[in-house]
């Protein structure tokens, strides 16, 4: 009776790390959501657009969506676009942080290219009752 117990507490335990994990894993999807929704508003995007996100790690996982790419833009020699390389989120405490580093991307030559980075968009998460929840924004630029 014993072993029964304490299999059915350890099910249980793997069930809600593994739910927080996945939790964890949707907040990439959904600050690039807001990022995308932020920039149509503020039309640096037009509808019809291609958001370009980098991974800045390969641990970050996100769904692939028609608007979204990630994978640098082909460009010619001169031209230029931007981009947003998204990081890792940290944890301070509480609160996870995810960012967005706002780059333009400058092809110089054929096999050149330069990252130009003016800023970030910064996605604020709190946590309460083991889910996490959106509540603010910031976006620095130079």
Not at 21 to 49: F, G, M, P, W
Not at 122 to 134: N, P
């Amino acid at each position: 009776m014993l072993k029964h117990f304490i299999y059915i507490i350890s099910l249980c335990f793997c069930i809600s790390a593994e739910a927080q994990r996945l939790n964890k894993e949707v907040l990439y999807d959904d600050a690039i959501c807001r990022l995308h929704k932020i920039l149509l508003q503020a039309s640096y995007l037009n509808t019809s657009d291609t958001l370009y996100i980098i991974l800045n790690d390969k641990s970050i996982k996100v769904k692939k969506v028609n608007i979204i790419s990630n994978d640098f833009p082909q460009l010619r020699v001169g031209e230029s676009r931007s981009i947003y390389i998204l990081d890792t989120m940290e944890s301070h405490g509480k609160k996870l942080c995810i960012h967005f580093n706002i780059c333009q991307l400058i092809q110089e030559s054929i096999s050149k290219r330069r990252i130009v980075s003016s800023g970030c968009f910064v996605f604020f998460y709190k946590v309460r009752k083991s889910k996490y929840y959106y509540y603010t924004y910031k976006d620095y630029g130079i």
